[in-house]
Every structure is written in structure tokens, then in C-alpha cells.
């Protein structure tokens, strides 16, 4: 395979089965100071937990991380130095565009490429194997938490309708499908330079149906302050509950 322009990487697995692009260039500006994606979790970056968890799937052959173009050296190091596998590229300025440049460097035999945000570290590997088979039984899979408080619309400064939140879920990742699928779908967005929130939105617009997997709700999206004091409560429980 062709060395992805302004890749580094580690130790390089000759066969490929299931693949994981994990889009890491985020800037961070809600969290505010270091990069959300780079500060330390327990014993390591997030980034790296978020990698360690991935790295005890046996199923996940290839490992992408985009991270911003500066960042990509010393992000290759802090792969190495962690002992971890994983090729490291250039993001985009979105995090779609950083998806479409991960994507670019799965290898040709992987059949199942997952996507997965850098900022999710509380993923377990029983929930990633389960999204995996979901896909290779249905083409395309994601992992989604139900809606469990009452949600209502807002009309100027003034509570409007309430939401029926009955079949209402949230989105969790990883997220992904047949390399087939999640490529076409890429490639459309990017041929009609339209934007969508995640790959399940991607995907349905290219009439692929996307099928849910109940996800655990501990795996939040580390994006504001208070999510960080969250999962400085949660991690110590957590990695005795993964041992």
C-alpha cells in the first residue's frame, strides 16, 4: 500500500480484516487550553486511551488517527512511546474531512471500517465487537444511547412543544460500515461538497439503512469542562471494570 502523504506509523500489520479511523483534529476551543484530545486521562492522553481500547480487539487490524498536519510528529511518537499500532495522517479542517483523509489510508483488504471520536475513551471492547458484527450482518451499524430526559423545543425565550422522545436516541460512536459503503458515502459528500454530522447521516443519504446498537451510556463525548470533571470521576471505576 501506498504511505499516506505526512503519515508516521508504527509496526504495520500485513493483513487486514476490520479497520478503525479515529478523527483526533479537533481544536478544542469549548474545553479551552490543551486539546482536548491530548489531555492526560488516568496514566495517559486521552487520545491514548481511547487507542488502548481499540488495540484489545483482535478484529481491528488497522488503526487511522487524524490529527491536525502540526501535530502529526509528535503524535507519531506518543503512538510509539505507548507501545501502540497505529498509522498517524493529517486530518482536514472538519471532522468529515478528517474521516475522508483517514479513509484514504485504510488499506485495500480491510472488508469494515469503523469511526470512532478521539474524545470517547469510555468504549469497551464487548460494545466495539458487538457494532462489528451488527455490520458484517447488516452492512452498516452504529452504537446509539436512548433519550432519557423530557426535551422540549424552544419558541424565542419561552418553553415551546414537548418532544415525544419515545424511539428518540443519541448518538454514540463508533459508527461505520462495509469499506464499500462508508467510501461511497464519502466520496458523494464530498462530490456535492454537502456536510453531515456523522457517518449514519452519510451513509442514509446514500440509502444504505444503518442498523442501531444499544450503546453504554458511560461512552460520552469529552467536549466541555463539565464532561472532563465527569470522567475524572468515572475513570478509576472504569479501568477496574475493564481489567
Same mark, same amino acid.
Given at each position: 500500500?501506498?504511505?499516506?502523504?505526512?503519515?508516521?506509523?508504527?509496526?504495520?500489520?500485513?493483513?487486514?480484516?476490520?479497520?478503525?479511523?479515529?478523527?483526533?483534529?479537533?481544536?478544542?476551543?469549548?474545553?479551552?487550553?490543551?486539546?482536548?484530545?491530548?489531555?492526560?486521562?488516568?496514566?495517559?492522553?486521552?487520545?491514548?486511551?481511547?487507542?488502548?481500547?481499540?488495540?484489545?480487539?483482535?478484529?481491528?487490524?488497522?488503526?487511522?488517527?487524524?490529527?491536525?498536519?502540526?501535530?502529526?510528529?509528535?503524535?507519531?511518537?506518543?503512538?510509539?512511546?505507548?507501545?501502540?499500532?497505529?498509522?498517524?495522517?493529517?486530518?482536514?479542517?472538519?471532522?468529515? !474531512?478528517?474521516? @475522508?483523509?483517514?479513509?484514504?489510508?485504510? *488499506?485495500?483488504? /480491510?472488508?469494515? =471500517? $469503523?469511526?470512532? %471520536? +478521539?474524545?470517547?475513551?469510555?468504549?469497551?471492547?464487548?460494545?466495539?465487537?458487538?457494532?462489528?458484527?451488527?455490520?458484517?450482518?447488516?452492512?452498516?451499524?452504529?452504537?446509539?444511547?436512548?433519550?432519557?430526559?423530557?426535551?422540549?423545543?424552544?419558541?424565542?425565550?419561552?418553553?415551546?412543544?414537548?418532544? !415525544?422522545?419515545? @424511539?428518540?436516541?443519541?448518538?454514540?460512536? *463508533?459508527?461505520? /460500515?462495509?469499506? =464499500? $459503503?462508508?467510501? %461511497? +458515502?464519502?466520496?458523494?459528500?464530498?462530490?456535492?461538497?454537502?456536510?453531515?454530522?456523522?457517518?449514519?447521516?452519510?451513509?442514509?443519504?446514500?440509502?444504505?439503512?444503518?442498523?442501531?446498537?444499544?450503546?453504554?451510556?458511560?461512552?460520552?463525548?469529552?467536549?466541555?469542562?463539565?464532561?472532563?470533571?465527569?470522567?475524572?470521576?468515572?475513570?478509576?471505576?472504569?479501568?477496574?471494570?475493564?481489567?
Amino acid at each position: 500500500m501506498e504511505e499516506p502523504k505526512h503519515a508516521t506509523h508504527t509496526t504495520h500489520h500485513t493483513t487486514h480484516n476490520v479497520a478503525v479511523v479515529i478523527p483526533a483534529a479537533g481544536s478544542g476551543l469549548r474545553m479551552g487550553g490543551t486539546a482536548k484530545q491530548f489531555r492526560p486521562l488516568g496514566d495517559a492522553p486521552v487520545l491514548v486511551q481511547t487507542l488502548r481500547a481499540f488495540a484489545k480487539v483482535e478484529e481491528i487490524r488497522t488503526t487511522v488517527v487524524a490529527v491536525p498536519e502540526s501535530e502529526v510528529g509528535a503524535v507519531g511518537d506518543l503512538v510509539i512511546e505507548f507501545g501502540l499500532d497505529a498509522f498517524v495522517v493529517a486530518g482536514g479542517a472538519t471532522r468529515q !474531512e478528517s474521516v @475522508g483523509e483517514g479513509l484514504r489510508a485504510v *488499506p485495500e483488504q /480491510a472488508e469494515i =471500517v $469503523l469511526v470512532h %471520536d +478521539a474524545v470517547r475513551p469510555f468504549i469497551s471492547a464487548i460494545q466495539i465487537r458487538t457494532v462489528i458484527s451488527a455490520i458484517e450482518s447488516h452492512g452498516a451499524a452504529a452504537l446509539a444511547a436512548p433519550v432519557a430526559d423530557t426535551l422540549r423545543r424552544r419558541t424565542g425565550s419561552d418553553f415551546g412543544e414537548t418532544v !415525544e422522545r419515545d @424511539g428518540v436516541y443519541r448518538m454514540l460512536t *463508533p459508527q461505520g /460500515a462495509r469499506k =464499500v $459503503l462508508l467510501v %461511497d +458515502a464519502h466520496e458523494k459528500a464530498a462530490e456535492s461538497r454537502s456536510v453531515a454530522t456523522d457517518e449514519v447521516e452519510l451513509l442514509q443519504r446514500t440509502g444504505v439503512v444503518v442498523h442501531l446498537v444499544v450503546g453504554d451510556e458511560r461512552n460520552i463525548k469529552l467536549t466541555r469542562p463539565s464532561d472532563w470533571a465527569i470522567a475524572e470521576a468515572l475513570w478509576p471505576e472504569w479501568t477496574k471494570e475493564m481489567v
